[in-house]
């Protein structure tokens, strides 16, 4: 309610509110006559609260009511991936985090909240939930052994991210969480590192028979990143494995493409620790009984928003099933709707959320440019952009088709360039991000099965986004894979009018919320906003259209009405399967 509504009610509930507390002080009157009495004074109360709102008030309301609606209705299009059936029918309900031998050290819990605080607030950090362990500035102080502080230093990461310095505690504290952070702010680590813990501790605990595992899983959507995050795991528990006094821990790939008997072997010949995986194969080597989960307590889930999607839900709720005890969920994206957020507070054991600048927000460290090019002359213009930065440089485009053709028209200029979608075997994406990665080709040109989690080493300098994609989270993610971990990045977006507007519209707020230089033909496009006092969306959280407005909630529904699988055999993850 806006404040002159608050202050009328107050009014209300002062002057003309005095005579009903008479009225009811009053108690030798007729009840009848005092009950009907107070029904007049409330309608009457109700009515005077009515004509005192202004137009602009009532209007305010009204939208807010609608939105809620359409927020309630929509969100039906949401399930259950995150339970398990059986939990759900026999009404399981966990209520307390699972048991943790993690501790703070002691100085840091003499600092007080106070001190926590003001390290949240210095840092950007918002946090949500009850009994929240403090936010730590050194690795050290997190207690992980020492092979796991051997790889850190080796990769030359001195001290955790803001993302991290909260993240990671309330992980290793066995808190189910939800993280949100900018692309590039070292998100992987924070449920990394904690899986790999959790691992250590149970083989030292009760070392895995052969058959036995995983202790916990990562699940992200493509083949691409599960693989770059299988790599990350590998390098701690291979570390711990060959230090002197430490167990073996043991990581399992699980991705479409690539044959399942390799990928269960090692698990039946010894047992297996961690498993980083795309949900469909996943889901069949459960299926197929090659796998169980009872040793499992703990799930990540990576680009979270994307696995809770249409599409993937369907997965994730399926390997859920397989979970016949309590285990710790972590969810992590740089973009996270209020939907899946509101969804997964509902479904996660006391969650903690932890929040370093707005959810779907761009990276600040990526300069962004926008530029009007005719739709034929996208192609030539691009020879040109590339000059704009050294390489390594990325283009991504919303189809398979423009990515061949761009990709040989490049090659035919001479340009070192490799491409990757999802309609390309498994073998020449592979080959393609091997390339790329080791630098031997200087432009990626990718649909965004790229766009979401990977990371270069090399850094790339320029992202070129060839079209506007239809989704202004693809947008934050594909920018995101420059201007990482604190390093500067450049990111060119063509438009034209074949662009649909609400997608202009919630770039032109990227754009002004990241102080960046928004060109002429963005400025002109009317602002629902200024309707709207300032809020965006509040399904998909796009910044330039309201619910009314959101083109998600029409591809959604369109997408259940026509089937899930078909919906997504047309999308580039429908081959991550
Ligand atoms: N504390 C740190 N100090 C320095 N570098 C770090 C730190 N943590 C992670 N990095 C490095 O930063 C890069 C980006 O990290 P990461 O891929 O985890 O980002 P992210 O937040 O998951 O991004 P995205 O949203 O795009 O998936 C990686 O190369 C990683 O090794």
Redesign the pocket.
Known sequence: MSGTAESNNRKNNGDGGDENINDQDNDDQDDDNADSKKVESLLESATALHDALTEEERAEQQRKEEETRILKEASKVQTNALQAASELASGVQYTDSLPSTWSCPRYIIEQGEEQWSKTRDEWHMEVEGVDIPPPMKRFEDMRFAPPILEVLKR???????P??MQGLTVALASRDMIGI??????????FGLPLVTVALEEELRMPLLPGEGPIGIILAPSRE?VRQTYD?ISEFCDEISKTPGYPQLRTQLIIGGEPVRDQVSTLQTQGIHCVVATPGRLRDILKRKAMRLDNCRFIAL??ADRLLDLGFDEELGEIMNNFGHQRQNLL???TFPKKFQDFARDTLVKPIIVNVGRAGAANLDVIQEVEYVKEDVKIPYLLQCLQKTAPPVIIFCERKGDVDDIHEYLLLKGVEAASIHGGKEQEERNEAIKDYKAGKKDVLVATDVAA????F?QSVQHVINFDMPSEIENYV?RI??TG???KTGVATTFINKSCDETTLLDLKHILKEARQRIPPVLMMLEDPRDHNNGAGCSYCGGLGHTIVDCPKIDKNARQVASGRKDALATGDYGGDW
């Open positions: 990769k030359g990461i001195k001290k955790p991210t993302i991290q952070a900018f692309t590039g702010s070292g998100k992987t680590l924070t990143l990350t990576d680009e992590f994206s740089a979401k989690g990977l990371d080493p993610h995101g894979r990482r971990c604190g």
